[in-house]
């Protein structure tokens, strides 16, 4: 069964109103989330510690922002 097939066959049990114009989006969407599933599965803490940002005081205290 194709990935559109599916998908199509699971809206419909679940009673679910689709156009046949939006399975191309929905595969997509679904895709999308299956490659960040497995992207946590190989780095299940990437978003534990929060990343550090250093701003310089001089590049944010001295620019021009008239123009």
């Known amino acids: 069964m ?3 097939n599916f998908i199509e066959h699971s809206l419909y049990l679940q009673g679910y ?3 046949p114009t939006e399975l191309p989006y ?3 969407i679904l895709t999308t989330i299956r490659h960040s599933q ?3 599965q190989a780095f299940p ?3 534990a510690v ?3 940002t250093i701003f310089d005081k001089e590049v944010i205290c001295c620019q021009n922002f008239s123009k």
Do not use: G, K, R, V
Request: aromatic letters at 6%; glycine letters at 0%; proline letters at 11%.
């Open 17 to 19: 109103p689709f156009a």
């Open 50 to 52: 929060s990343p550090i």
């Open 45 to 47: 803490d990437l978003h």
């Open 26 to 28: 929905i595969e997509s």
């Open 2 to 4: 194709s990935n559109q």
């Open 38 to 40: 497995i992207s946590l």
